[in-house]
């Protein structure tokens, strides 16, 4: 029975066109010998990279009969790791002419398969290196799937999508010296910094896209961390995301937040608080960024910086957040920096200045600002740039705004002040 399922779903595949998709910048490499695996947050388009693959896949000769993709939320799969081995006897019935070795396969949710691991791992080992393998966050976190293939995989983070694919989503052309073309540039960073990049949402209206990102959150929340690990008061859970997100922007103290729990009346150990915000990190409901210092330990043990995993999900949790651009701004820019896979830390001494980014032994100091217009703002701005710079010995620093630009210099510092919708191009 269970060999006649896989026979069926992999010929219906090799039969119907791949869906339709737009190109995203990340690409998975194909022939690493290294089983790949794609983790990120809900939503966030990892089937779709799969899609994307196999694409470049077939465009360099390869058959599709030598591809074998299998989505295991299909309804009809509910079995164990013994009967998974009916996927490669199936395969070699249907195709008695192409040896294992030179097939590629691509499982979808894999951990819907109980002993999903073992099989993988002999797969693997015995027939083929060209294995991609993508999980749910609700029973697979990126860490278990290290833990379960023994240094045998690499894993990719797939996000939501950058500015640059929501251009590309949009199907606008980054044309930014054709006055029609950057108006459109510049309407579109506006709506991507209200609803953010989750790629379903791109195309919705206002509302529909609005339910969408509360649907996907609720999901993330009840069923990735709630659900999973049967957390028993939901409400605390939420008002401590809700306390998270409230602080975006500024290094957040677990411990200020258990005092302000505490006089609320809710129950909790900071020793749980702690353990609920690794809960929220490794489900990617939130990403953290670490105080910058030339002690990795002092690094580590720094009062974090916390942002949303998209900048739509600002309003979703504080309604009021809508109004407030400049938070939805700087997490905008923190995930922009994320994607573009640098390594990024937060300034604070006397001042603060938002970024530190390392890319290769380079570092570079950013601050973030909706607007500049107001004086108090650019000063202030200013300041902790002319800070971080000096600590580090810098020359230059930016400061990323929402459409406007200048230079200016500050005892032979050079200061640029540069439009994000540009910028971020």
Known sequence: MAKEIFK??????????????????????????????????????????LYQTIKSILTKGVDIEKIIYINFEDERLNYNSEELDQILQAYRELYPEYPLKDCYFFLDEVQNMQGWERFVRRVHDTETRNIFITGSNSKLLSREIATELRGRSIAYEVYPLSFSEYLVFNQIKPDIYYAPTKSKIINSFSNFLR???????????????????????????????????????????????????????????????????KSMGFEVSKNSLYQYFDYFIDTFMILSLDKYDHSEMKQLKS??????VDHGFLPVVDQSASKNLGKAFETLAALEFIKSGNILHYYKQHRECDFIIKNGGELEAIQVSYSVDDSTTLNREIKGLVEACKHLKLSK???ITFDESFETKINNLQIDVVEGWKYFL
């Open 195 to 261: 609803f953010g990049g989750f790629p379903e949402t791109v195309k919705f209206d206002e509302e529909i896209r609005y339910k969408t990102l509360n649907e996907y959150f609720n999901t993330m929340l009840f069923r990735d961390i709630i659900e999973r690990y049967s957390i028993k008061n939901p409400r605390l859970l939420k008002f401590y995301l809700k306390k998270l997100f409230a602080g975006v922007g500024k290094p957040i103290s677990i411990n200020r937040i258990f005092n302000d729990l």
């Open 8 to 49: 069926e779903i992999i010929r219906n595949f090799h039969q119907k066109e791949l869906p339709s998709y737009y190109k995203r910048k990340l690409e998975l490499p194909v022939d690493s010998g290294k089983i790949i695996s794609v983790i990120g947050s809900r939503r966030s388009g990892k089937t779709y990279l």
């Open 397 to 399: 620093g930016t400061i």
């Open 303 to 308: 009062n974090k910086k916390v942002y949303p």
